[in-house]
């Protein structure tokens, strides 16, 4: 079983959609939780992140994390086209020289 | 502008040819990192490195080498390069007192024959 699952998608939704884009994880020890977009031909850049358990919002994005269930969401409001890209959920331990372990990634569409 | 140089974007080579990947940050980052990234196998660490002269393996180091001689630069070393490491490679910096963000070069897409 790998540490953390991603549905790999493709998601396709229309635009003004809401999205929910979702991991689960297996480690307990995890306390810091990422979401990183990939567009398509580039590197991955932090979106959110999110210590411990609650909620985050910014802007259209919102990030959710249960530590009960070892389960975290992304929420993307009025989502546009230019939100399609590959979203990536990542998780560490502890901050500094930790390990980041990474889903999968999921596929995300908004059709115009 | 902050960022994590990769060169180059795109390579094709042949099996046993050896090739190295250059990776530069301008950012002061004690941590760099490499990282492939496979279709369904997402983001897979090769290996770490936490400051000068101090590098250690990550999930998949088989076939790799790396060095850091240098803080801003951290090359990924392929001797004998064989068609499972046809990939897409990413490099990596952090700023360990700094919080969690990993910023990620553009990509290296190898292609091994």
């Known amino acids: 079983q790998k540490e953390v699952e991603q549905d790999p998608g493709p998601l396709s939704v229309p635009e003004g959609a809401i999205v929910s884009l979702n991991c689960t994880y297996s480690n307990s020890a995890f306390q810091y939780f990422m979401w990183y977009r990939q567009y398509s031909r580039k590197g991955p850049e932090l979106l959110m992140y999110t210590y411990s358990s609650g909620n985050k919002e910014d802007g259209r994005f919102t990030a959710q994390v249960d530590k009960s269930s070892k389960y975290i969401s992304l929420f993307i409001r009025d989502s546009q086209p230019s939100d399609s890209a590959t979203y990536l959920c990542a998780m560490s331990v502890r901050g500094g020289y930790q390990k980041v372990t990474f889903g999968t990634g999921t596929k995300l569409q908004v059709i115009p | ?113």
Request: hydrophobic share 30%; glycine share 8%; aromatic share 10%.
């Open chain 2, 1 to 113: 502008e902050a960022q994590v140089t990769q060169n180059p974007r795109y390579l094709i080579t042949v099996t046993g040819k050896k090739l190295t990947v250059t990776c530069s940050q301008n950012m002061n980052h004690e941590y760099m990192s490499w990282y492939r990234q496979d279709p369904g196998l997402g983001l897979r660490q090769i290996y770490y490195s936490m400051n000068v002269e101090v590098t250690d393996k990550g999930d998949v180091p088989e076939g790799y080498k790396v060095s850091r001689k240098e803080k801003r630069n951290f090359p990924l070393i392929l001797e004998s390069p064989s068609p499972n490491q046809t990939s897409l490679y990413f490099c990596a910096s952090r700023d360990t007192a700094g919080g969690e963000k990993l910023f990620f070069g553009s990509g290296t897409q190898l292609s091994v024959l």
